[in-house]
């Protein structure tokens, strides 16, 4: 969970930056490949049925209107990050809240870290328009703005929380430490969000983990002309 507030309307005008850049990448961009099966679109990445299905609906759908997208998959702790055509450009393990949940406490953005109980510490699921932005430190991906949720760069936080560690190890069990917020590697965040997602926005899916997949995301619709929720 990242910086808030007083930074509302310096975070407006990136938006709309962003936004004007995005529409021009978008008219730009080669055309989705939406007949490419999710298998091939993984490659040789591990990969979980949900992510699949996601990855699947929203090339067909066109959900992504043509903009680079991410999908978190929170049960197995990894970030996938594709161009607007649908190509995956790279994966990487994530630390996500502590709390497993798909919902944001009301107000919880506007609160100080410090008041946020064990059991507020989730990361939300759905589908939000990102773009690049800053807290008080660093640029970071901003998910969702009111709700402080961001993606950024592994932060060092208490040497008991080990968060290095817990990238690194080799099961998701213990990537659950954050506020809320998505912490990937940096050179994942540097070499590849950042990159794409800069003069741009773009889309991020947060896979639900205590709620059906498609009470989340509207996977009913497959037509390329098909209305994103």
Request: aromatic content about 8%; proline content about 6%; some cysteine.
């Amino acid at each position: 969970m990242a910086g808030f507030g007083s930074r509302a309307a310096r975070y407006g005008v990136l938006v709309a930056v962003a936004l004007a850049a995005g529409v021009a990448s978008a008219a730009g961009a080669r055309p989705v490949a939406a007949s490419t099966p999710a298998t091939a679109r993984f490659g040789t990445a591990a990969v979980s049925s949900d992510a699949r299905d996601t990855v699947d609906w929203v090339m067909r759908s066109r959900d992504n209107q043509a903009l680079p997208f991410v999908v978190i998959d929170k049960v197995n702790a990894v970030v996938f990050a594709f161009d607007g055509a649908g190509v995956l450009r790279d994966t990487a393990p994530a630390l996500l809240g502590l709390a497993r949940g798909d919902d944001s406490v009301p107000g919880i953005g506007q609160r100080k870290l410090a008041t946020i109980t064990p059991a507020e510490r989730t990361t939300p699921a759905g589908r939000f328009q990102a773009s690049i932005g800053a807290d008080f430190e660093q640029d970071i991906l901003w998910i969702d703005y009111a709700a402080a949720l961001s993606l950024h760069r592994v932060i060092a936080g208490r040497r008991i929380d080990d968060r290095a560690g817990r990238l690194a190890s080799a099961t998701p069990d213990d990537n659950r430490i954050s506020y809320g917020c998505v912490n990937v590697p940096a050179r994942f965040y540097d070499g590849v969000i950042k990159p794409l997602f800069t003069g741009t926005v773009g889309i991020v899916y947060i896979l639900p983990e205590t709620r059906p997949l498609r009470s989340v995301f509207a996977m009913t619709a497959s037509a390329p002309d098909a209305v994103p929720h």
